[in-house]
């Protein structure tokens, strides 16, 4: 397959609309690098995440003894240290500190809604999601977002519980603190496109706060390109567990598709091609374009058996949105009362954290925001043209906001996993193939002069 996409390339002529363009050479499209080439800012940046701050920020957030989001929210609690509000109130000062230190480049705001009773909401019961806005450099960039997340409530073996004890260290104070710590490094750095570093309640009484937070995100119409939701990320301590990888989990058919979408989905595939799963591959290349120090194992499955998480909430809302998690969970380190037990200890517990681990994974993160918030927008309504043809034309609309210098086009054998093949298409709006795109998976992206890409986007027949 390989061998023949080559030797077509190497006869390919580019129909680009500029008169000069030139056929390109297998030279070119063979072995360069997929995807990003790395940023020297970036990488500076990805060295700046600290395992000392993010593990400061899991013992504070196990500090308040329980973050149930049914724990008290009285002021005597918070005056203590407990509960969820004490713990929201950390949060939010912490983000405000790292606004002071970039010179107030933070807006830092709460989300605050009521949950009506529920199955796991015995009242009507306040919460509140937090979250800090880096705002985009670029005007029209700056429409755009990418938001990283984590659930800062816990919960232990009884999910009603607002009382006992529930450190909540690796679930999901791992994930908040990459959040945060993602928050305290890009904070430093200008970016074009916007950046939401947010943490949610609720999530254990049934992802109620990412819910809300989803939801207004679509009603005030924002244009979230990426989500990355971090949910036990703490690398748990356990004889099974492989450091060196993350799992990336991301929708197939996504949640918000409609009965069109299934019915193309039926007859042209692309089950493996939902924006969730584009963004998967994405952190793919970002991993072998930046040294994280850990590897996106990725997972095609909307999330684990019998589990769920925030991201699902952004994906019912038509948003991208993926979890990462540690390789290996052990269930005796979530969701349980801490205790000993025929010689087993339980309990979600700080000893039981990597933060060298969480650290790497939130480079992974910090490393696939940056990379999405310096980037061109994806290239807008991308399609075949009408009526069968041997030969693969793809027609899109420019990239929104002119960070556009060029396009690629990136293709894959409908079995493979990831994208195979790139080829650089200069800034034109229209390109030919010599193959056809029976047998491929085509996507489109936009690149700028330093070589940032956008999130590719698969083409659609035309309507
Ligand atoms: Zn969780």
């Given at each position: 397959?390989?061998?023949?996409?080559?030797?077509?390339?190497?006869?390919?002529?580019?129909?680009?609309?500029?008169?000069?363009?030139?056929?390109?050479?297998?030279?070119?499209?063979?072995?360069?690098?997929?995807?990003?080439?790395?940023?020297?800012?970036?990488?500076?940046?990805?060295?700046?995440?600290?395992?000392?701050?993010?593990?400061?920020?899991?013992?504070?957030?196990?500090?308040?003894?329980?973050?149930?989001?049914?724990?008290?929210?009285?002021?005597?609690?918070?005056?203590?240290?407990?509960?969820?509000?004490?713990?929201?109130?950390?949060?939010?000062?912490?983000?405000?500190?790292?606004?002071?230190?970039?010179?107030?480049?933070?807006?830092?705001?709460?989300?605050?809604?009521?949950?009506?009773?529920?199955?796991?909401?015995?009242?009507?019961?306040?919460?509140?999601?937090?979250?800090?806005?880096?705002?985009?450099?670029?005007?029209?960039?700056?429409?755009?977002?990418?938001?990283?997340?984590?659930?800062?409530?816990?919960?232990?073996?009884?999910?009603?519980?607002?009382?006992?004890?529930?450190?909540?260290?690796?679930?999901?104070?791992?994930?908040?603190?990459?959040?945060?710590?993602?928050?305290?490094?890009?904070?430093?750095?200008?970016?074009?496109?916007?950046?939401?570093?947010?943490?949610?309640?609720?999530?254990?009484?049934?992802?109620?706060?990412?819910?809300?937070?989803?939801?207004?995100?679509?009603?005030?119409?924002?244009?979230?390109?990426?989500?990355?939701?971090?949910?036990?990320?703490?690398?748990?301590?356990?004889?099974a567990q492989d450091r060196s990888l993350v799992r990336v989990f991301s929708e197939g058919i996504p949640l918000a598709a409609k009965e069109q979408d299934l019915r193309r989905l039926r007859t042209l595939g692309?089950?493996?091609?939902?924006?969730?799963?584009?963004?998967?591959?994405?952190?793919?290349?970002?991993?072998?374009?930046?040294?994280?120090?850990?590897?996106?194992?990725?997972?095609?499955?909307?999330?684990?058996?019998?589990?769920?998480?925030?991201?699902?909430?952004?994906?019912?809302?038509?948003?991208?949105?993926?979890?990462?998690?540690?390789?290996?969970?052990?269930?005796?380190?979530?969701?349980?009362?801490?205790?000993?037990?025929?010689?087993?200890?339980?309990?979600?517990?700080?000893?039981?954290?990597?933060?060298?681990?969480?650290?790497?994974?939130?480079?992974?993160?910090?490393?696939?925001?940056?990379?999405?918030?310096?980037?061109?927008?994806?290239?807008?309504?991308?399609?075949?043209?009408?009526?069968?043809?041997?030969?693969?034309?793809?027609?899109?609309?420019?990239?929104?906001?002119?960070?556009?210098?060029?396009?690629?086009?990136?293709?894959?054998?409908?079995?493979?996993?990831?994208?195979?093949?790139?080829?650089?298409?200069?800034?034109?709006?229209?390109?030919?193939?010599?193959?056809?795109?029976?047998?491929?998976?085509?996507?489109?992206?936009?690149?700028?002069?330093?070589?940032h890409r956008s999130l590719p986007v698969v083409p659609a027949p035309e309507p």
């Amino acid at each position: 397959m390989t061998q023949i996409l080559k030797f077509w390339l190497s006869i390919a002529t580019l129909l680009t609309g500029l008169a000069s363009s030139s056929v390109p050479s297998a030279a070119q499209s063979a072995n360069p690098p997929l995807g990003n080439v790395p940023d020297p800012q970036i990488a500076a940046a990805l060295k700046d995440v600290s395992p000392q701050r993010i593990q400061a920020s899991i013992e504070k957030l196990v500090s308040f003894y329980t973050r149930s989001s049914l724990s008290g929210q009285d002021p005597n609690l918070v005056n203590a240290g407990r509960g969820i509000a004490a713990a929201r109130q950390w949060i939010v000062a912490e983000l405000e500190r790292y606004s002071k230190e970039c010179g107030g480049c933070l807006d830092v705001e709460t989300y605050r809604f009521v949950e009506p009773p529920g199955k796991r909401v015995p009242n009507l019961t306040e919460m509140t999601d937090v979250y800090a806005v880096l705002k985009g450099s670029d005007p029209a960039g700056a429409k755009r977002m990418v938001l990283v997340t984590g659930h800062y409530d816990s919960r232990n073996s009884d999910v009603m519980d607002g009382a006992g004890f529930a450190p909540g260290a690796n679930d999901d104070a791992s994930g908040t603190a990459v959040s945060l710590e993602c928050a305290r490094v890009l904070s430093k750095m200008k970016f074009p496109v916007t950046i939401v570093f947010l943490a949610v309640a609720g999530e254990e009484q049934g992802l109620i706060g990412s819910r809300h937070f989803a939801e207004m995100a679509k009603e005030r119409g924002w244009n979230l390109e990426a989500v990355l939701n971090n949910d036990i990320v703490g690398g748990d301590n356990n004889p099974a567990q492989d450091r060196s990888l993350v799992r990336v989990f991301s929708e197939g058919i996504p949640l918000a598709a409609k009965e069109q979408d299934l019915r193309r989905l039926r007859t042209l595939g692309g089950e493996d091609d939902s924006g969730s799963r584009e963004l998967a591959r994405y952190i793919g290349e970002i991993a072998r374009a930046y040294d994280a120090g850990v590897k996106p194992m990725l997972v095609f499955r909307l999330d684990r058996y019998e589990r769920g998480g925030d991201h699902e909430s952004f994906n019912e809302q038509g948003f991208a949105a993926v979890r990462f998690t540690e390789f290996r969970e052990d269930f005796h380190h979530q969701h349980q009362n801490p205790r000993n037990e025929d010689g087993v200890e339980y309990g979600d517990l700080p000893k039981f954290v990597d933060y060298d681990y969480v650290a790497r994974v939130a480079r992974l993160n910090a490393a696939t925001l940056a990379a999405l918030a310096m980037a061109p927008a994806p290239p807008a309504h991308v399609h075949f043209p009408r009526g069968l043809a041997s030969d693969s034309t793809l027609i899109w609309d420019a990239s929104p906001g002119g960070l556009a210098t060029a396009y690629e086009i990136v293709w894959r054998a409908t079995t493979s996993p990831e994208w195979e093949h790139q080829l650089r298409v200069g800034n034109v709006t229209r390109a030919t193939l010599q193959m056809s795109r029976d047998e491929v998976i085509f996507g489109v992206r936009a690149i700028d002069a330093a070589g940032h890409r956008s999130l590719p986007v698969v083409p659609a027949p035309e309507p």
